[in-house]
């Protein structure tokens, strides 16, 4: 079964920045195609960015673009989120998701536990 | 880019069968697939529904999803709900280069 664990939130300063990770078990990051997913507390679910490695595609929602960069740390197998210029409503919780390929496109199928990030100063 | 509208609430007995809406505003819902996630309190979110009306392994099957073209909306069904079917559940699809969720349902069971 595969495992995703993120780590690396905590309190950080408007306009700061942070690098989330993810590290999962029983698959390869360099093979795989991964999303970020925030929810902001009491809200919903907000999609931040996907990742597919073997193809070095990556796609940011607009409220991160240019803020924000996934990459992968192929020596560790570790999924991660850098992220800059941090403001207020980027508090969230952040979680890794692993994406499969169904019939037509990549589809969410696995969820990692999350990391809690909180921007305040 | 599109957005997809959920109820904010929806309230049911156990037993009964509750339907979640997710209408797109703008192009056709079955242009790209539908997603549906679970969130239970305190937890992560999990898949149940991918494709518009595929189970993910495990997922029992009280869970069904469905797309209608006519009101341009997918939909989520469980039957015979359970107190623990009691969660937060959200629909996602994709544009260009982009995934979208809707805002959310949260499920009573009582």
Not at chain 1, 73 to 91: F, P, V, W
Not at chain 2, 69 to 87: F, K, V
Not at chain 2, 91 to 97: A, F, L, R
Request: include cysteine.
């Amino acid at each position: 079964q595969v495992q995703l664990v993120e780590s690396g939130g905590g309190v950080v300063q408007p306009g700061g920045s942070l690098t989330l990770s993810c590290a999962a078990s029983k698959i390869t990051f360099s093979n795989s195609a991964v999303h970020w997913v925030r929810q902001a507390p009491g809200k919903g679910l907000e999609w931040v960015a996907f990742f597919r490695s073997f193809s070095n595609n990556k796609y940011y929602a607009d409220s991160v673009k240019g803020r924000f960069s996934v990459s992968i740390d192929s020596s560790t197998n570790t999924l991660l989120l850098h992220m800059s210029s941090l403001r207020a409503e980027d508090t969230a919780v952040y979680y890794c998701a692993k994406a499969d390929y169904g019939a037509t496109y990549y589809y969410i199928d696995v969820w990692g536990k999350g990391t809690s990030v909180t921007v305040s100063s | 880019n599109f957005v997809l509208t959920q109820p904010h609430s929806v309230s049911e007995s156990p037993g009964k069968t509750a339907i979640i809406s997710c209408t797109r505003s703008i192009g056709s819902i079955a242009s790209n697939s539908v997603q549906w996630f679970q969130q239970r309190p305190g937890s992560s979110p999990t898949t149940l529904i991918y494709e518009n009306d595929r189970r993910l392994s495990g997922v029992p099957d009280r869970f069904s999803g469905s797309i209608d073209s006519s009101s341009n909306s997918a939909s989520l069904t469980i039957s015979g709900l359970e107190t623990e079917d009691e969660a937060d559940y959200y629909c996602q699809s994709y544009g260009v280069s982009s995934w979208v969720f809707g805002g959310g349902t949260k499920l009573t069971v009582l």
